[in-house]
Nanobody, 126 residues
């Protein structure tokens, strides 16, 4: 059973950068597909980025492509989301997720992931 804990959220200004971390505990983390989602108040959960186990070509939502980057350090059981050029509309609770055997066509689907962190708040002020 994988447990995920996000950190790194906070209050920043528009244009700033922020790096979120997601540390996993449990076996075989390196075998999981990992992803980042976010949910803003009153909105549905939104896919941001995903990276399969040996995938050198991560997938991104159009809304964050070119601004956000997902990476993983399997030796540290940690996933990162580097965010640059933050906008006020990026304000949300950010979640990391992990799933085993997630097929490419389901990478953007929250239901494909079995394990979720508790979330970390990111607030971007103008």
């Amino acid at each position: 059973q994988v447990q995920l804990v996000e950190s790194g959220g906070g209050l920043v200004q528009a244009g700033d950068s922020l790096r979120l971390s997601c540390t996993a505990s449990g076996p075989s983390f390196s075998s999981y597909t990992i992803a980042w989602f976010r949910q803003a108040p009153g909105k549905e959960r939104e896919f941001l980025a995903a990276r399969k186990r040996f995938d050198s070509n991560p997938k991104y939502a159009d809304s964050v492509k070119g601004r956000f980057a997902i990476s993983r350090d399997n030796a540290k059981n940690t996933v990162y989301l580097q965010m640059t050029g933050l906008k006020t509309e990026d304000t949300a609770v950010y979640y990391c997720a992990a799933g085993m055997g997630v097929i490419t066509s389901s990478l953007r689907t929250g239901a494909a992931y079995d394990h979720w962190g508790q979330g970390t708040q990111v607030t971007v002020s103008s």
